[in-house]
């Protein structure tokens, strides 16, 4: 399994960015997909996820300003951020999730950067 990040970058506090996500390879049915974000210096944070069921999760911090959305069929998930904050700044990292006979595996993509200024 393979996570192909894309998007992010650079924007004025108050703007919107938005990042995908699409798995590749030899792929199970994922029970969750979504993104997290971790800082320098910092522990990795659960931002948002959408689960197989169709719930999605969000972080307190991005509640109401974040979107996460997920396509199936395209093993797809993008993640909509507006009204963006600095302390949104971080690396972002797309994540999927299945359950296994020994726990749960999670798949990681490369990190994508998001700088907010104010």
């Known amino acids: 399994v393979q996570l192909q990040a894309s998007g992010g970058g650079s924007v004025q506090a108050g703007g919107s960015l938005s990042l995908s996500c699409t798995a590749s390879?030899?792929?199970?049915?994922?029970?969750?997909m979504g993104w997290y974000r971790q800082g320098l210096g910092k522990e990795r944070e659960q931002v948002a996820l959408?689960?197989?069921?169709?719930?999605?999760t969000y972080a307190d911090s991005v509640k109401g300003r974040f979107t996460v959305t997920r396509d199936t069929a395209k093993n797809t998930v993008v993640l909509q951020m507006d009204n963006l904050k600095p302390e949104d700044t971080d690396v972002y990292y797309c994540?999927?999730?299945?359950?296994?006979?020994?726990?749960?595996?999670?798949?990681w993509g490369q990190g994508t950067l998001v700088t907010v200024s104010s």
């Open positions: 390879g030899s792929l199970p049915n994922f029970f969750a």
């Open positions: 959408v689960y197989s069921t169709g719930l999605a």
């Open positions: 994540n999927a999730g299945h359950f296994i006979a020994a726990g749960y595996q999670n798949y």
